[in-house]
C-alpha cells in the first residue's frame, strides 16, 4: 500500500495523558499536512510541513499540540494533556505540489482520539 | 465572513435528479479550488479540481466564478451511491500551499 498511512487509527485515553499519532506521507511527496475534523464539520486546518520545515501552524492550536517532522518524510502529532474537547479525527495527508499532481493532498485514514 | 463556506444541507434528492452545490471563499486571489467527497466516518477523497475554464468528469461539472468568488458542483443522473458529504477547498492564503476546506454539503439521494 502506498497511500498515506496512520498509527494508531483509534485511541483512547483519559484526561490529562499524553498522546501521540504518526502519519508516513505517500512516498516523495514534500508536503505533509495535518487537520482534525469533528462530527458535522470539515476538516480544520492545523499545520503544515514543508519537508522538515513546520511552515504554518493554526491559530487555533494550542501550546499542549506540537507536530514534527524531523527527516522530511514521517510526522509525528503530540497532544499534552488531552482534554475531552481534544476528542475528534486527525487527518494526515501529502502532496508532491508537482505540476502534473495539480497540488492535490491525499489523505490516510485517519486517527480517532476519544479522551474519556 | 468565513474564509471557505458552504451550506451543510441536507440535500434530500430523488435518484436521477440533478443536484448543484456552492460555496463562497474569501479570498479572491486565490488560486486552487476542489471538491473532495467525504463518506461517514471516512477520510476526503479528491472528487475533482476546479479550472478556471470549468470542467466535466462523466455526471459532475466543477466551475468557477471568480468575479463573485464562489465555486459549482453540478451531479446530473443522481445515483444512490452519491450519498456522501461534499466539501469545498481553497488554498488561503493565496500563494501557498495551505488550503482550507468548508463545512461539507451533505447529499442523500433517495429511492
Known amino acids: 500500500d502506498t497511500g498515506v498511512s496512520q498509527n494508531p487509527r483509534h485511541k483512547i485515553t483519559k484526561r490529562g495523558q499524553n498522546v501521540t499519532f504518526r502519519c508516513d506521507p505517500i512516498?516523495?511527496?514534500?508536503?505533509l499536512y495535518w487537520y482534525r475534523q469533528t462530527l458535522g464539520q470539515g476538516p480544520e486546518f492545523l499545520t503544515y510541513f514543508q519537508n522538515e520545515a513546520q511552515l504554518e501552524k493554526s491559530r487555533l492550536l494550542s501550546d499542549r499540540f506540537s507536530a514534527e517532522r524531523p527527516k522530511g518524510s514521517f510526522s509525528t502529532l503530540e497532544i499534552q494533556r488531552t482534554e475531552q474537547g481534544d476528542s475528534a479525527m486527525y487527518l494526515c495527508?501529502?502532496?508532491?505540489?508537482?505540476?502534473?499532481?495539480?497540488?492535490?493532498?491525499?489523505f490516510g485514514e485517519g486517527s480517532w482520539l476519544t479522551v474519556v | 465572513r468565513k474564509e471557505v463556506e458552504q451550506d451543510p444541507g441536507p440535500f434530500n434528492v430523488p435518484e436521477g435528479a440533478t443536484v448543484a452545490f456552492n460555496c463562497t471563499y474569501s479570498?479572491?486571489?486565490?488560486?486552487?479550488f476542489f471538491w473532495y467527497r467525504q463518506d461517514c466516518r471516512k477520510e476526503p477523497k479528491l472528487l475533482m479540481s476546479?479550472?478556471?475554464s470549468g470542467n466535466e468528469d462523466g455526471r459532475f461539472t466543477a466551475q468557477l466564478n471568480r468575479a463573485s468568488q464562489y465555486i459549482s458542483l453540478l451531479i446530473r443522473d443522481s445515483k444512490l451511491s452519491d450519498s456522501a458529504t461534499y466539501l469545498c477547498?481553497?488554498?488561503?492564503?493565496?500563494?501557498?500551499?495551505?488550503?482550507?476546506f468548508g463545512t461539507g454539503t451533505r447529499l442523500k439521494v433517495l429511492a
Open positions: 477547498v481553497v488554498n488561503l492564503p493565496p500563494g501557498t500551499y495551505k488550503y482550507i
Open positions: 512516498s516523495e511527496h514534500n508536503r
Open positions: 495527508a501529502s502532496s508532491s505540489g508537482g505540476v502534473s499532481s495539480g497540488n492535490t493532498i491525499y
Open positions: 479570498n479572491s486571489a486565490s488560486q486552487s
Open positions: 476546479v479550472y478556471s
